[in-house]
C-alpha cells in the first residue's frame, strides 16, 4: 500500500449541487448590490444627475445620435415654456441598454418628466468584438436575454448560420453578465473611466457635441482621424443619403420584429399609466438594417414617432458642412437637428425652412 | 483549441464527454482520435499534416524494431529520431541554426542566404510568420519516447494505427504536455480485455477530474493571466521600466509561468481523469523545493525524467569520471533549454540550471562540512526555509533569461534591476500599467494563491480530502467565484503551447 487517503470525496454530487447554489447565491447578492449602470460610468453618472432635483421636463435618452446632435439649452429656447431638458443619451448606448433606462425610470418612484425622447435604434446584436467589451453585455438579465435570442432567431433577411450566430452571441452575452465574467476589473476599470466632461458636458445638461469635444479635448486623435477619414471621402455624404432613400423606397413592407415592438409597446404602455408622453425618435439613420427601424416606426402609432431621417425632407443632415462624419452632425447640424425636434414636440412643421 | 475559450468548456469538452460515455465502448477510441484532430485543428489546421508524418514513420518504425533483429533494429531506431529530430530541427530551429549561420558568415567576410522559415507560406497555405506548428516538441517527444521503449523491449510495438496515433494526439495533453510515456498512456488506451477503452462512468472520478480541472483554471485565469497583463507591459518594454517593476515583474513572472504550465496541466489531468484516465503528474509544489535538483524534480517532471532516461543515461549519467558527470549535467540542461525555443536566451536558463547542479554537487561536501561545523543543523526548519528561499531566488533569476525576448533585454533588465539596489525606493511604474486597485488585486491574489497552493494541489491530484461535504461545497464555489469574478476571460495563449 502506499500510505495515501482515500482521493474519493463520499458525495461528489450533493457537494457539487450545493457549491452551484452557494455560487448562485453570492452572485445574486453581488448582482443586487451593483449601482445602476455601474458597466457604463458615464450614463451611471447621468442616472445619477437625473435624480438631482431640478428634475427635467424633458428627457432625452440613446446612442451618440441623441447625445451628440441634440442640443438641451437650444431645444428650451425653442420650446419656450421655461422648463429644461436633459440629455441622457450616450456613445454606443444601444437597446436594450436605453430601454432599460426609460423602465428604471417609470418603474422607480418620485416625479418624471412630462416627456421622455427615445431613439428608435435596433437592438444591438452582437458583434464578436463586442462580447469583449464588458459596456455590451454588463445589464443583461434572463429575461433580456431570452428576449435577443427570441429577436436574433427571427430576424428577417439574415441567413439561418447568421440567425443562429447571433442568437448564440446574444446568449454568451447574456452568460457573461449573469455568471459576472471578469466583474472585479471590469468593476474597476470603469470607475476609472468616469468622466464628468464626457458624461454630463459643458454645460452639466448631457449633451456634448463632437466639435465641442474636440475642443475641449485636443488630444482626442481618434476623433480628428473619424474627422479626416470623413473629409477626404468626399461623397461619404451623398452615399449616406441615397442608400436611406432607398430604403425609404423600399415600402413598409419589411417584417416587424414581434419581440422588439412588444418592448416597446409596453413601454408606451407603462409610459401612458405614470402620465408621460414617450416619443421614438428616429434621426438621420445607420444603413445597416435600416429597413427594420423603419418598419418598427410605421408598425407603431403615429403620434409616438418624431421622423427625422428622410433626406428629402431634412437635406440639411446630409450636407457635409452639417456634418462631423459619416455618421453624426457637427455643431452646426446639431442644433438644425435639436429646432426640427423641438418643433416637432410642439407639434409644427420640422424641416420645411431648415437650411438646404 | 484553448482549454480557456468558450468553444473549449461549452462545446468541445461537455460534447466530447458527453458522447465518450454514450458510445459503445469499441467506439471510444475512434471518438477520442477524431475529438484530438478537431481539438489540433483548432490552431492551424494545415498542421496535422506534420504531425500526421511524425505518427506514421514512428508507427512503422515501432513494428520494425520488434521485428527486427541485430543493427537493424538500431538503424530503424536511428531513422526514427532522425525523422523526429529533423521535423524539429525544420520547423523549430531553421531560423535559429540559420541566424547563426549568418552571423558566423558575416564574422568571417562571408555572405550567407537562406530564406527564414516564417518567410514561406507553404504556396499561400499559410499566414506568413506562423510556421511553429502548436506543440510540436511535445508531441514529438512522446513519439519518440514510443520507439525508444520499444527499441528496449520494455514496450511492446502498437500494431493498431488508430490506437497509436490517439497516443501521440490525445488530446488533453497534445499541445503542452505531460509528456507521456507508452507504458503509461499506450497502456491505458489498450486496457481493451477486448472491448476497447474499458472506462465506466464513475460519478467521484468524474467529480475528483472536474475538481483539477476547476482548479487548473483558477491557476490559468486568476493567477497566470492577471501576473501576465502586469508581467508583459513590462518585458516588452524593459529599457522603458524602472528597476524596482523589473524586480517585481520577474517576482510575479515565476507565478505566471508556474500558474499558466500546471494550471495546463491541471486542466488536462483533469480532462483525461474524467474519461478514465491517468496522465503523469507534472509538477509538486516546485517552489517549495529546498534544492535546485529537488527543483526538478517537481517542476515539469515528465520532461525532466524524459531528458534523464533519454539523454543524461545514454551520456553516462553519474557512473563516469567526475568532469564527464558534471558536462552530461551541462549537456542536458542546455539541450532542455534548447527544447523550449530556438533563442539563445533559453539555452542560458537551461544551461544557469545545470551550473547551479554542477556548482551544489562541486561544493556539497564543502556545505556539509560548513553545516556540521558551524551547527546549523540544529535549526533543521530555519534552514530549510533559508534554503527555499535561496532556490526560489535563483530559479527565479533564471526566468528573467527565459522571459526577456532577447539575450539584450535580459541583460538589461538584469542592470536595471541591480541599479534598484543602490537608488532609494520610488513608486514602481508597474503599479499603473493596469487600471487603479489592479495591482493590488493580483498581489492579493498571488499570496492567496501561495498561501492555499500545498492544500488545493494535494486536494486536486487526490492526495488529500475535504474534512466536510460543507467545507467540500465552499471551497469549489470559492474558486468557481474566483474564476468568474477575478479570472482575466480574454481566451490567452498558454506559455508552453509555443514550445
Not at chain 1, 132 to 141: K, P
Not at chain 1, 284 to 289: A, F, G, K, N, S
Given at each position: 500500500m502506499n500510505g495515501r487517503r482515500d482521493t474519493r470525496p463520499s458525495k461528489p454530487l450533493r457537494a457539487a449541487a450545493m457549491a452551484a447554489l452557494l455560487t448562485g447565491a453570492v452572485l445574486a447578492v453581488i448582482h443586487n448590490a451593483l449601482p445602476a449602470f455601474w458597466g457604463s460610468p458615464n450614463v451611471a453618472m447621468k442616472w445619477d444627475a437625473l435624480h438631482r432635483a431640478p428634475r427635467p421636463a424633458r428627457l432625452l435618452v440613446g446612442s451618440s445620435r441623441i447625445y451628440r446632435q441634440v442640443i438641451p439649452s437650444l431645444m428650451d429656447s425653442v420650446i419656450g415654456d421655461g422648463e429644461h431638458t436633459f440629455n441622457a443619451g450616450f456613445a454606443a448606448t444601444f437597446p436594450p441598454a436605453t430601454y432599460q433606462l426609460c423602465e428604471r425610470l417609470l418603474n422607480g418612484p418620485g416625479p418624471l418628466p412630462a416627456v421622455v425622447l427615445v431613439e428608435l435604434s435596433n437592438y444591438m446584436l452582437y458583434e464578436e468584438a463586442n462580447l469583449?467589451?464588458?459596456?455590451?453585455?454588463?445589464?443583461?438579465?434572463p429575461r433580456e436575454g431570452v428576449g435577443l435570442v427570441r429577436h436574433a432567431l427571427w430576424l428577417p433577411g439574415s441567413s439561418r448560420g447568421e440567425r443562429l450566430a447571433y442568437a448564440a452571441r446574444a446568449a454568451r452575452a447574456t452568460s457573461y453578465s449573469l455568471l459576472g465574467l471578469g466583474l472585479v476589473d471590469h468593476v474597476m476599470g470603469s470607475a476609472s473611466d468616469a468622466d464628468t466632461l464626457m458624461a454630463l458636458g459643458s454645460s452639466g445638461d448631457g449633451a456634448l457635441t463632437l466639435e465641442e469635444q474636440v475642443r475641449r479635448v485636443p488630444g482626442d486623435t481618434g476623433l480628428a482621424t473619424q474627422r479626416k477619414a470623413f473629409l477626404a471621402d468626399t461623397l461619404a455624404a451623398g452615399r449616406r443619403a441615397t442608400g436611406i432613400r432607398r430604403l425609404y423606397d423600399r415600402g413598409p413592407d419589411t417584417p416587424v420584429s414581434p419581440v422588439h415592438l412588444g418592448r416597446l409597446n409596453a413601454l408606451l404602455d407603462k409610459a401612458r399609466q405614470r402620465g408621460v408622453r414617450l416619443c421614438f425618435v428616429l434621426p438621420?439613420?445607420?444603413?445597416?438594417?435600416g429597413e427594420d427601424l423603419l418598419a418598427l416606426a410605421h408598425a407603431l402609432p403615429d403620434t409616438a414617432v418624431i421622423a427625422l431621417c428622410h433626406p428629402d425632407t431634412f437635406p440639411a443632415f446630409y450636407r457635409p458642412d452639417h456634418m462631423f462624419d459619416a455618421g453624426h452632425l457637427n455643431d452646426q447640424g446639431a442644433r438644425l437637428f435639436t429646432i426640427a425636434l423641438a418643433r416637432a414636440l410642439r407639434g409644427e412643421p420640422t424641416g420645411q425652412d431648415l437650411p438646404h | 483549441m484553448l482549454f480557456n475559450s468558450a468553444e473549449f468548456c461549452l462545446l468541445f469538452f461537455p460534447l466530447v464527454t458527453g458522447l465518450y460515455f454514450l458510445l459503445p465502448k469499441s467506439w471510444r477510441w475512434l471518438l477520442l482520435l477524431i475529438a484530438s484532430c478537431w481539438f489540433y485543428m483548432a490552431f492551424v489546421p494545415l498542421f496535422i499534416l506534420i504531425l500526421a508524418f511524425t505518427i506514421g514513420v514512428d508507427f512503422v518504425a515501432g513494428i520494425a524494431i520488434e521485428r527486427a533483429e541485430g543493427p537493424r533494429r538500431k538503424a530503424y531506431l536511428i531513422a526514427s529520431i532522425i525523422a523526429n529530430v529533423g521535423v524539429l530541427a525544420v520547423f523549430k530551429y531553421w531560423d535559429f541554426l540559420n541566424g547563426n549561420l549568418t552571423t558566423l558568415f558575416a564574422s568571417i567576410g562571408l555572405e550567407y542566404h537562406v530564406p527564414k522559415l516564417?518567410?514561406?507560406t507553404f504556396f499561400g497555405w499559410l499566414p506568413a510568420g506562423m510556421v511553429l506548428p502548436i506543440g510540436l516538441s511535445f508531441h514529438t517527444f512522446q513519439s519518440l519516447s514510443y520507439t525508444i521503449e520499444v527499441y528496449r523491449r520494455h514496450q511492446k510495438a502498437e500494431h493498431r494505427f488508430g490506437v497509436f496515433a490517439l497516443y501521440v494526439m490525445f488530446y488533453p495533453q497534445l499541445v503542452a504536455g505531460p509528456i507521456e510515456r507508452p507504458g503509461n498512456l499506450l497502456n491505458q488506451l489498450n486496457a481493451a480485455d477486448g472491448h476497447g477503452i474499458r472506462s465506466d462512468w464513475d460519478s467521484a472520478r468524474v467529480a475528483h477530474g472536474l475538481r483539477q480541472m476547476l482548479w487548473g483554471f483558477f491557476k490559468k485565469l486568476v493567477i497566470a493571466d492577471r501576473c501576465a497583463a502586469l508581467v508583459d507591459p513590462v518585458y516588452g518594454d524593459v529599457t522603458g521600466h524602472d528597476g524596482l517593476s523589473l524586480v517585481l515583474a520577474t517576482l510575479l513572472f515565476a507565478l505566471q509561468i508556474y500558474c499558466d504550465f500546471s494550471g495546463y496541466t491541471d486542466i488536462a489531468l483533469g480532462a483525461a481523469r474524467v474519461m478514465g484516465f491517468e496522465l503523469m503528474v507534472n509538477f509538486r509544489t516546485p517552489y517549495r523545493s529546498a534544492s535546485i535538483s529537488e527543483f526538478w524534480g517537481r517542476w515539469h517532471i515528465s520532461l525532466s525524467s524524459w531528458f534523464r532516461d533519454y539523454l543524461y543515461i545514454p551520456l553516462g549519467g553519474n557512473r563516469v569520471v567526475k568532469w564527464r558527470w558534471y558536462m552530461n549535467v551541462l549537456i542536458v540542461f542546455m539541450v532542455s533549454g534548447l527544447w523550449h525555443g530556438p533563442n539563445w536566451t533559453f539555452v542560458i536558463w537551461g544551461g544557469l540550471h545545470g551550473a547551479y547542479l554542477v556548482l551544489a554537487l562541486v561544493c556539497g561536501p564543502f556545505w556539509a562540512r560548513v553545516h556540521a561545523f558551524s551547527g546549523l543543523g540544529r535549526f533543521p526548519r530555519s534552514m530549510h526555509a533559508l534554503n527555499v528561499a535561496i532556490t526560489f531566488l535563483l530559479a527565479d533569476f533564471a526566468w528573467i533569461f527565459f522571459r526577456a525576448d532577447s539575450l539584450d533585454d535580459a541583460l538589461a533588465a538584469i542592470g536595471r534591476m541591480a541599479g534598484t539596489l543602490a537608488t532609494p525606493l520610488a513608486r514602481p511604474g508597474i503599479i499603473d500599467v493596469q487600471a487603479p486597485g489592479q495591482f493590488a488585486v493580483t498581489v492579493l491574489c498571488a499570496l492567496v494563491f501561495l498561501a492555499i497552493d500545498p492544500r488545493y494541489d494535494a486536494l486536486a491530484k487526490g492526495e488529500r480530502t475535504h474534512r466536510s461535504l460543507w467545507s467540500e461545497a465552499v471551497s469549489l464555489a470559492a474558486l468557481l467565484l474566483a474564476c468568474l469574478l477575478?479570472?482575466?476571460?480574454?481566451?490567452s495563449m498558454f506559455i508552453y503551447f509555443q514550445f
Open positions: 469583449a467589451d464588458h459596456r455590451y453585455w454588463y445589464y443583461l438579465g438621420p439613420l445607420w444603413l445597416d438594417r | 516564417n518567410e514561406w477575478v479570472g482575466h476571460h480574454g481566451a
